[in-house]
């Protein structure tokens, strides 16, 4: 704390045992609130004469013959003042904690429980200091309306209209506040959507031209490579935008039953691949694991990444550890955070013995585009992806990391109940080709696309009609046309593809319906979005795919 930042405005501590008071300043001092570490009770309550914002005290301070000073301090407040208290607990809460007790005592207190998580720390910090100035701003109000009787006298007629504009000023600089913090984040986030999509954008448009200037002078040779090379880059795109959906919680999962050792098994060759020699891998499987439900493509995607980031934290080789096991979370865990519940849990545990991560990086670890690789060697968002993954899954997500030591991450999905249903494969190996007369109703806004799958369709020998929304649509469904199925765009202009497939459903009972979408909010989990007869697939989609799936469906 510098002395140009007033004493009213700091933040005094006092945690005798362990670390908790080093490390509450350190948080203080990185956010650049000001505070000051008491040694003992005697010396918090000679700092307290001399003002202070608020109090950050552990439980285990709550003891000593200097007790009832500070607590003659608070209940000598002036009538403006109302000390706010950070009391630091053990596991448990409030409720089960001798410090409870002293709760009528100790005035305005707010129990923070021990680990205590940075951003936790200073919302409440902040928040308090928040309360604490308009306590100051109280006062001085108190003071001004003394000094005389007609100041008095205009002050009580005009208060409500003072109150109003005050209270709608200080709306205006918390939202101004919002505002900023929200550009800042939109700014990293599109910053880096920039940077990566410009790159596959030039592999990309720099492949077609090349393409076109070669065919153009009538070169046909070695022009694989700059087809491998534009699908490369469109690949990539492609997957970043799955990994930004992912993030936003906003990707369209199939969540079923995962029996997570099988598919932890199956990737075992993939992840010594992905490895460098010096790294030992170590699967640690729980024999009796229960069945977690999820998407098992974002699952073994999660796995992945959880894996290749401890493989470059451990450049001079290591122990990587991938763990199974089951967990129940009770509600003293999960009240902590929001959209997860109470109860069974399967976890994915994935330790490394690299170089660790300082509370700060961990701290921002999940936000998107943050990392601590070199430019070029990875784009942060590996991890924000299983965070938004994990929590559209109902589940959870901790990373436990020590400098030098290594980290630890575990992934928490819900526990599967109910019986689980075994898909049929689909092969795909071979483009499916139509029967005589049978035809597809393609709805799809963006005549690119529209363009496209007819024209794969029509290659395929089916016969097909085309709308760009569904008004076009329907008229053609309420025909004697025949229609074996229709493909339809979810995110449609207007009616969107889902109110299209109820009605086509209730003109034609039978109809079967493929469902195509970049991004739709609603088709976020596809077991509360599809009815029987209806599936999904997500663009972009290879044409194999899409094929396959239309023979699949005509001849369900």
Request: proline share 5%; hydrophobic share 40%.
């Amino acid at each position: 704390m510098t002395s140009a930042e007033p004493l009213s405005e700091r933040t005094l501590i006092l945690a005798p045992l362990g670390r908790d008071s080093q490390v509450a300043l350190n948080i203080l001092d990185e956010a650049r609130l000001p505070g000051l570490i008491c040694q003992h009770l005697a010396h918090l309550c000679e700092e307290l004469e001399r003002g202070a914002g608020l109090l950050v005290m552990s439980t285990e301070a709550l003891v000593g013959p200097d007790l009832e000073t500070l607590f003659h301090q608070i209940e000598q407040q002036p009538a403006w003042s109302d000390l706010p208290i950070v009391l630091l607990t053990h596991h448990g809460g409030p409720e089960r904690n001798p410090a409870a007790r002293y709760g009528s005592q100790l005035g305005n207190v707010t129990f923070l429980e021990r680990p205590f998580h940075p951003v936790t720390l200073i919302s409440l910090v902040t928040t308090a200091l928040r309360g604490r100035r308009r306590q100051y701003e109280a006062r001085d109000r108190l003071i001004d309306l003394s000094n005389s009787e007609l100041r008095l006298q205009n002050t009580l007629e005009t208060l409500e209209q003072q109150v109003e504009e005050r209270t709608a000023q200080l709306r205006h600089n918390e939202e101004a506040l919002r505002q900023s913090q929200k550009m800042e984040a939109v700014g990293q986030l599109t910053g880096g959507i920039a940077h990566d999509f410009n790159n596959m954008l030039t592999g990309i448009i720099g492949s077609l031209e090349l393409l076109r200037r070669r065919l153009a002078r009538g070169r046909t040779e070695d022009l694989d490579s700059l087809i491998d090379l534009g699908v490369t880059s469109a690949n990539r795109a492609a997957g970043l935008t799955h990994r930004l959906l992912a993030f936003s919680r906003r990707q369209s999962l199939d969540s079923k039953a995962v029996q997570m050792n099988t598919l932890v098994l199956s990737m075992g060759e993939l992840l010594q691949r992905s490895l460098n020699e010096s790294i030992r891998l170590d699967m640690q499987l729980d024999d009796q694991l229960w069945i977690a439900e999820a998407d098992p493509n974002q699952l073994e995607s999660a796995l992945l990444n959880l894996v290749l980031n401890a493989r470059d934290a451990m450049p001079d080789g290591g122990k990587l550890v991938v763990q199974t096991f089951n967990q129940y979370l009770d509600s003293g865990f999960t009240d902590t955070y929001t959209n997860l519940e109470p109860g069974d849990y399967v976890v994915l545990s994935v330790q490394d013995t690299g170089c660790g991560m300082p509370e700060a990086v961990v701290s921002r670890a999940f936000d998107p585009f943050f990392t601590t690789k070199p430019i070029g060697q990875g784009t942060g968002l590996g991890l924000s992806m299983i965070y938004g993954f994990s929590k559209q899954s109902h589940g959870h997500v901790t990373i436990d990391s020590v400098v030098g030591q290594g980290t630890t991450v575990n992934l928490y999905l819900p526990r599967f109940h109910g019986e689980a249903v075994h898909e049929p494969t689909v092969d795909n190996r071979h483009p499916p080709h139509a029967q005589e007369g049978e035809t597809v109703l393609i709805v799809e806004d963006d005549p690119a696309v529209r363009v496209l799958v007819s024209a794969v369709l029509s290659e395929l020998g089916y016969a097909f009609l085309e709308a760009a929304d569904a008004n076009s649509a329907i008229p053609i469904l309420q025909s004697d046309q025949r229609i074996d199925l229709l493909v339809s765009d979810v995110g449609l202009p207007g009616m969107n593809g889902r109110q299209l497939a109820e009605i086509g459903r209730q003109l034609r009972p039978d109809l079967r319906v493929l469902f195509i979408t970049g991004y739709a909010e609603h088709a976020a989990v596809r077991g509360g979005f599809l009815d029987p007869g209806m599936q999904m697939i997500t663009k972009p989609f290879t044409f194999d795919l899409l094929t396959a799936k239309v023979r699949e469906m005509i001849r369900a």
